[in-house]
């Protein structure tokens, strides 16, 4: 089996500045071709210190893939040190040029004379076309090793390499890897990897168990001859998975708890309404960040001050006076009075103390209680992050009260 390293290139990185997101996106893909990532290495712009990266990468690894350091400045070194380690001669192509001035004709912008150095290519290298930018990719092959050199930008990278990089790298492939993703929420993962650890165990499919913000997930890998039938291994470690976990279980493969609910929405022509206090509308922009939402998401009001609870929402002076607005009676009369207002077929509440401070009483911090009123149901959930962090607070809250929206819909829809 081929082993490839990723290799990206930027003091930007280093600093902290752009987040990374080439080297997951080459790592998943490279797995479908059956070809392993060992390492990611990140070194910045800088001639030495690359080249002394690129030299250990191909002592132990059949395959580099470089990103970024591609542009027309003085700092874009990444073709011309990778040509130097290779040993390859660089070379001035006219229809890369030609294409590159065409680029800033259709915009209708000058050309700078410095984007030209993006028309040097390794003589008897790989040009790998760009259909988003100006900087071509590269290959480079020779003793037994692979060098692939593609733009940073993700929006560049991610197409060329699916569209030039896999074919020259057609070789290398042994087999196929795929993965499905079971997602939950409401178990943590270590209660979630003591109902599977038996399968834990296994070495082909395997799984492995993750922890996200607010949900966990066991990813099932299989490696066969092609994807389709490393998906057929993977099938039954998935369902047996789904059978133990139950209703935690709230996708295969699902981007996000979100895309779960406007899919049931949608599916049972249901519409949503949504109250919040300490979550600030943190529910309805998830919900709206999936396309499509408009038809199933109703109204969203955001009610910090009790008064607001109880002249919007119709919550009671009486309960905001016992019980405090962090309490299961105020979450509950808050859905009620969501769903009243919108006429959505689910209100959908949420009351708590993010953070950092508390509400003046003896109530902790990551404190939180969601509900849901429905014409034939009414639920309620009390959480407990036990951390004193605002953001953490905010997003898990969300995602646990859209969660309660799926269980609903789930139920209903089973009887």
Same mark, same amino acid.
């Not at 003091?11 to 997101?21: H, K, R, S, Y």
């Not at 790592?27 to 071709?33: N, Q, V």
């Not at 779960?260 to 600030?280: F, G």
């Given at each position: ?22 080297? #997951?996106?080459?790592? @998943?893909?490279?797995?479908? &071709?059956?070809? !392993?990532?060992?390492?990611? *290495? /990140?070194? %910045?712009?800088?001639?030495? #210190?690359?080249?002394? @990266?690129?030299?250990?990468? &191909?002592?132990? !690894?059949?395959?580099?893939? *470089? /990103?970024? %350091? ?346």
């Amino acid at each position: 089996m081929a082993v490839c390293e990723i290799l990206s290139v930027g003091t930007e990185i280093l600093l902290g500045d752009i987040l990374n997101t080439n080297s #997951r996106y080459l790592s @998943a893909e490279l797995a479908k &071709l059956g070809i !392993s990532v060992l390492r990611h *290495t /990140t070194v %910045g712009d800088n001639h030495e #210190r690359l080249a002394a @990266a690129l030299k250990t990468a &191909l002592s132990r !690894s059949d395959i580099v893939i *470089t /990103t970024g %350091g591609l542009g027309p400045t003085e700092d874009d070194i990444t073709r011309d040190v990778c040509c130097e380690v290779m040993g390859f001669e660089t070379q001035f192509n006219s229809d890369i040029a030609k294409g590159i001035e065409e680029y800033f004709s259709a915009k209708g912008i000058d050309m700078p004379a410095s984007n030209l150095r993006q028309a040097y290519v390794p003589k008897g290298g790989e040009v790998f076309e760009n259909t988003k930018g100006t900087a071509p990719g590269l290959g480079m092959k020779k003793d037994g090793k692979c060098v692939v050199i593609l733009p940073g930008p993700p929006y560049e990278m991610a197409p060329m390499f699916e569209q030039s990089v896999i074919p020259y790298l057609e070789e290398y492939t042994d087999g196929a890897i795929a993965s499905m993703t079971v997602r939950t929420m409401g178990i943590g993962e270590s209660a979630m990897a003591e109902k599977a650890a038996d399968l834990l165990e296994s070495e082909n499919p395997t799984v492995a168990p993750y922890a996200k913000k607010g949900e966990a997930l066991l990813r099932v890998t299989a490696k066969a001859g092609s994807r389709s039938e490393a998906l057929e291994l993977c099938r039954p470690v998935v369902d047996e998975i789904c059978s133990r976990l139950g209703s935690f279980v709230y996708g295969i493969d699902s981007e996000s708890i979100e895309q779960r609910v406007v899919e049931l929405l949608k599916e049972n022509n249901m519409t949503i309404a949504t109250a919040e206090s300490c979550t600030a509308g943190y529910i309805p922009k998830r919900i709206t960040d999936i396309p499509g939402a408009s038809s199933v998401f109703e109204f969203g009001a955001v009610t910090y001050s009790n008064e607001m609870k109880h002249k919007v929402l119709g919550v009671s002076n009486e309960t905001l006076a016992r019980f405090g607005a962090v309490s299961e009676p105020t979450a509950r009369e808050m859905a009620r009075g969501i769903r009243r207002v919108s006429g959505a077929d689910i209100g959908i509440s949420v009351t708590g103390i993010a953070g950092p401070g508390n509400d003046g009483t003896d109530k902790p911090v990551g404190l939180c209680f969601i509900a849901l009123s429905a014409k034939d149901a009414e639920l309620c959930e009390k959480i407990e992050t036990g951390k004193n962090d605002r953001e953490y607070n905010r997003y898990v809250t969300a995602s646990r009260a859209l969660n309660l929206a799926r269980l609903y819909i789930e139920q209903k829809t089973k009887g």
